[in-house]
């Protein structure tokens, strides 16, 4: 007899990837079901290493149908679930909005909707919600964002994360629904999708293309490594307090331009290259609109009451990242095929 029935959303893409992966592998007497639609953003090749396993299901389905999603309570008898399902990038949620209240929004009140009705004795269930540091919006030189920070969000992308984690609380007040949410800072790692800062780079080095820098490169985001973060949802997930939010953060600041060198420096190494060669590529472009000036997470609430704490150190964590970017050739070169040509030559 299965233990659990859990279902994580979004877990083709790349945090969500890992969290199944931790999951199927960690936890043989649970059923994890991934629920996922398959974006540009969700791969099923993220999953290989789990593919068969007997406590693993893939279903295709949209967060935006209801019914669909009622169905796969009904087939898994779903006890749990784990949110991790969205738009998750700035950029296209400036050239998107809608897109981004269609799932992030719409779709997470569809996911609680369907959790409230199938869930007879709320109590017994849990609602785990991932969300972002971006809906405390932007930080000046100093200070950091706790789980008390008032919720100021600046870009159509964490003003959708915002209305999510809004709707949780909802749910939890108005109807007792058991639920947690843990705001995250920036990950890296396998099996991002080369939109986001860390993966483009790698990508641009590997093939002699300019490093786009946004403004003067002097934004600052905390970092911290997908599997930490991973580790972190599973800690959540069994530990955490019902009705508390936990901020998780790499304690680890960087400015943009510092991280762009950091990489140039490591692939000139790994490549065989003289040191200075990718540092040519940088290339300083327009502004994000609207571009959030710093995040900084005090983590020390998780650290503190749950006992978690990151495990890695960056230089460590980005040589990692680069060597698995450098040795996934194919699944770099599939996603950035297609589509992606399109989508890279209409915001660069
Ligand atoms: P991602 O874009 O890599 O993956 C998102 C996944 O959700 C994809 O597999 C996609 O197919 C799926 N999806 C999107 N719309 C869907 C829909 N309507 N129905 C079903 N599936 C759908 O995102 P990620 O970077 O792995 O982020 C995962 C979660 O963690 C998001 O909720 C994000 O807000 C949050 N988060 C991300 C970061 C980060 O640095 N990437 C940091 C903190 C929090
Ligand atoms: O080409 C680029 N040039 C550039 O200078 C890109 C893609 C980004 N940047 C800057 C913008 C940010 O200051 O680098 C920083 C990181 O950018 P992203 O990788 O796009 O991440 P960010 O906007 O900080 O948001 C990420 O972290 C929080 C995730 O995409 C979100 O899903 C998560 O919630």
């Known amino acids: 007899m299965l233990m659990k029935s859990i279902l994580i959303t979004g877990g083709a893409g790349f945090i969500g990837s890992h969290v199944v992966k931790l999951f199927v592998q960690k936890y043989p ?10 974006t540009y953003a969700g791969n099923l090749e993220n999953l290989r290493e789990i593919e068969g396993s007997e406590n693993y299901s893939f279903e295709k389905v949209d967060l935006l149908d209801a019914e669909a999603l009622a169905a796969v309570f009904e087939k898994y008898a779903i006890s749990d679930v784990i949110h991790l399902a969205a738009e998750s990038h700035v950029d296209r949620s400036i050239s998107d909005p809608l897109a981004f209240v269609q799932t992030n929004v719409i779709g997470t009140v569809n996911l609680l909707n369907v959790s409230k009705t199938y869930w007879k004795v709320l109590e017994e269930h849990l ?13 000046g030189e100093d200070g950091f964002f706790t789980e008390q920070t008032p919720y100021d969000p600046q870009s159509p ?18 109807y007792g629904m058991q639920t947690v949410i843990s705001n995250c800072s920036n990950n890296y790692g396998p099996n991002q999708f080369p939109e986001k800062l860390i993966p483009l780079c790698i990508h641009n080095i590997k093939n002699n293309k300019q490093l786009p820098i946004y403004g003067k490169g002097e934004n600052i985001r905390d970092w911290l490594f997908v599997v ?7 800690t959540v997930f069994h530990t955490g307090k019902s009705g508390e939010t936990y901020n998780i953060g ?32 940088i290339t300083f472009v327009k502004d994000r609109a609207g571009h959030d000036m710093r995040y900084a997470i005090d983590a020390s609430k998780i650290q503190k009451e749950l006992g978690w704490e990151p495990s890695l150190q960056f230089e ?27 989508y890279y030559s209409d915001h660069y």
């Open 29 to 38: 007497d649970y059923r994890v079901v991934n629920l996922d639609c398959l």
């Open 127 to 139: 609602f785990y919600h991932v969300s972002t540091d971006e809906v405390y919006g932007s930080l």
């Open 157 to 174: 992308y964490s003003a959708s994360k915002a209305s999510s984690d809004h709707f949780v609380r909802a749910y939890a007040n108005t």
């Open 228 to 234: 930490d973060h991973a580790k972190a949802i599973d």
């Open 250 to 281: 790499g304690f680890n600041e960087w400015k943009n331009i510092d991280i762009v060198r950091l990489l140039c420096d490591q692939m000139d190494e790994k490549l065989g290259q003289e040191k200075g060669t990718s540092q040519r590529l």
């Open 316 to 342: 460590e964590g980005i040589s990692k990242t680069i060597d698995w970017y450098l040795s996934n050739e194919e699944w770099l070169e599939n996603v950035t095929s297609g589509n992606y040509q399109k």
